[in-house]
């Protein structure tokens, strides 16, 4: 099956600087990439994704970046504020199954 | 998302016992997912079902069972719980997963704890 890495584990920034979360994933298949934000004791929520036939994808100061030969994803936020401070999830789905990365746990210090 | 509901939100149980989380959605998708979720391990899938006569394993659907009642409805059963599946569970729904609109809605989740 898919295997899903994801790095770092927690990141600290400060306000106003960017975040940079990365995702690799095994099975060559994965054509759909998203990325969810959870809030601590809420659910998670999609922010952005992307698919397979795409490079990048840009949401006001959320960007996600794919390289199929490589096997990797990125998460880009500028301009962070104290307000994303959160869990961020990535996964993969090659069409059934939706294979999570074990999140990055993201603080933006103000 | 209040289109997807979980019930109950929390709760507390004794090895053995058997226990059932149910989930229903309005959003009207056909594709329905359990997911537990541990510190630092992510969401890890448990069961999911892409219609009422589909049932599928996960990569952790030991100790576990569900039931498809209807489209609108999930239900996940733990036999004989055991304190190490004391955990948060989430339930999830989607259309067509990794093409067209795929994106996954979550419940708010139930927290489960085993004594």
């Known amino acids: 099956g898919e295997n899903v890495e994801q790095h770092p584990s927690t990141l600290s920034v400060q306000e106003g600087d960017s975040a940079v979360i990365k995702c690799t994933y095994s099975?060559?298949?994965?054509?759909?990439f998203p990325w969810y934000k959870q809030e601590l004791g809420k659910r998670p929520q999609l922010i952005i994704d992307?698919?397979?036939?795409?490079g990048e994808k840009k949401d006001q100061r959320i960007a996600v970046t794919l390289n199929k030969t490589a096997k990797h994803f990125s998460l880009h936020i500028t301009e962070t504020q104290p307000e994303d401070s959160a869990v961020y999830f990535c996964?993969?789905?090659?069409?059934?199954?939706?294979?999570f990365g074990t999140g990055t746990s993201l603080t933006v210090i103000p | 998302d209040a289109d997807v509901t979980q019930t109950p939100r929390n709760r507390i149980t004794k090895t053995g016992k058997r226990i059932m989380l149910e989930c229903s959605q309005t959003k009207g998708h056909d594709r329905m997912y359990w997911y537990r979720q541990d510190p630092g391990l992510g969401l890890r899938l448990i069961y999911y079902s892409f219609d009422v006569k589909d049932i599928n394993k996960g990569e952790i659907s030991d100790g576990y069972s569900v039931s498809r009642q209807a489209q609108a409805k999930f239900s996940l059963s733990l036999e004989s719980a055991i304190p190490n599946q004391t955990a948060l569970y989430f339930c999830a729904t989607s259309d067509l997963a990794g093409t067209g609109r795929s994106t996954q809605y979550f419940g708010p989740g139930t927290r489960l704890t085993v004594l």
């Open positions: 996964a993969a789905s090659a069409g059934n199954q939706f294979y």
């Open positions: 099975d060559s298949a994965s054509n759909y």
């Open positions: 992307i698919r397979s036939n795409v």
